[in-house]
């Protein structure tokens, strides 16, 4: 496989082919996953550091997971209890770091952008975990990985993501990939929950949950952010479950086998009912996580090929520039 990026911050820089080519790969690392022996040497002898300045659960544990079962040496830093608490700043930290001669670094933050920086400042390949309001790309690559296993294909699918919009890195990270992938693509929501602009992302945007689950293929629902909300934007989470809560009524509006996915944590009677999100056949909500290990996995991989003396990787030019 050919993997042109130096580092993964988002999916807008990547090519269909690229996309592809991990989606393949972490196909074969489901396999694994799957097997008595979880275990691979690709990673033996490299250092992964995971960064989280964000609580997580599911991300920090996949990533840990990822790392270890293909052999990395890898290190939680609790952020926490760092020098950042002490007033040290990220670049400062990243240049700490970045003397111990780590292989990988994953980092999630709160301020977008913060990752691509911290990048500018280290050696190593650097993964982003989560950056504000940004972007989630391994999250986007688990989304497509967990669809194509379920549907057999990403083009030509409906695909309604629906709910706080306007706060999702993995709303945001969805559109650029989906997108590239050919899929018809809905926002659904209230006005005061969608991005600016929304109209402009190649999406259709639907303020009535009735009209905007017609026919879609995949229901993709999203966590009400409260922790990134900064004022009043629907009157109650009641009211919110009332127009806009997944039910197993609205989810009889969708395609016959439309499949319903959540990135987590949920909040089960606002923007899901248990009795969907538990509904056998059609919610994949655990596959995504599942499907998250693997994705991860294919990432830690492909950005150690240089390191590792692997061809197919991306080269730097005597300009400094990677092609």
Same mark, same amino acid.
């Given at each position: ?19 592809? %080519?991990?989606? %393949? ?14 275990? %691979? ?31 990395? =040496? ?28 780590? %292989? ?40 497509? #990985? ?7 294909? #990403? ?52 303020? =009535? ?5 017609? =026919? ?58 248990? =009795? ?48």
């Amino acid at each position: 496989m050919t993997f042109r990026q130096r580092h993964l911050l988002g999916i807008e820089p990547l090519s269909p082919p690229e996309i592809t %080519d991990l989606l %393949d790969l972490a196909d074969t690392y489901v396999d694994l996953n799957r097997s008595s022996d979880k275990h %691979d040497e690709v990673l033996r002898g490299l250092t992964q550091i995971n960064m989280f300045f964000e609580n997580s659960t599911r991300t920090q544990a996949s990533f840990e997971i990822a790392g270890k079962r293909l052999g990395a =040496d890898v290190m939680n830093m609790g952020m926490a209890s760092s020098s950042v608490k002490k007033g040290e700043t990220l670049i400062d930290t990243a240049l700490t770091l970045n003397a111990m001669h780590p %292989d990988l670094l994953v980092v999630r933050h709160p301020q977008s952008g913060a990752v691509d920086l911290l990048a500018q400042k280290v050696n190593c390949a650097v993964l982003n975990a989560g950056d504000g309001r940004h972007e989630h790309p391994t999250h986007a690559l688990l989304d497509a #990985l967990t669809i194509r296993r379920a549907k057999g294909r #990403l083009h030509r699918l409906t695909i309604a993501i629906c709910g706080d919009v306007a706060h999702s890195r993995v709303a945001r990270s969805n559109v650029h990939l989906l997108g590239k992938m050919e899929a018809r693509l809905r926002f659904v929501g209230p006005a005061t929950l969608m991005p600016s602009g929304a109209a402009n992302w190649g999406v259709e945007v639907y303020h =009535d949950m009735r009209e905007g689950l017609k =026919d879609a293929d995949v229901v993709m629902m999203l966590r009400l952010q409260n922790e990134r909300m900064d004022g009043q934007f629907i009157p109650s989470p009641r009211e919110f479950r009332h127009l806009y809560g997944l039910t197993a009524e609205r989810l009889a509006l969708a395609a016959p086998d439309a499949i319903v996915m959540h990135p987590g944590p949920m909040n089960r009677g606002v923007e899901i009912d248990s =009795d969907v999100a538990d509904l056998e056949g059609r919610s994949i909500i655990t596959s995504q996580v599942e499907m998250g290990v693997a994705i991860r996995m294919a990432c830690l991989d492909v950005l150690t090929r240089k390191t590792r003396g692997i061809s197919g990787w991306a080269k730097e030019t005597s300009s400094g520039e990677w092609v």
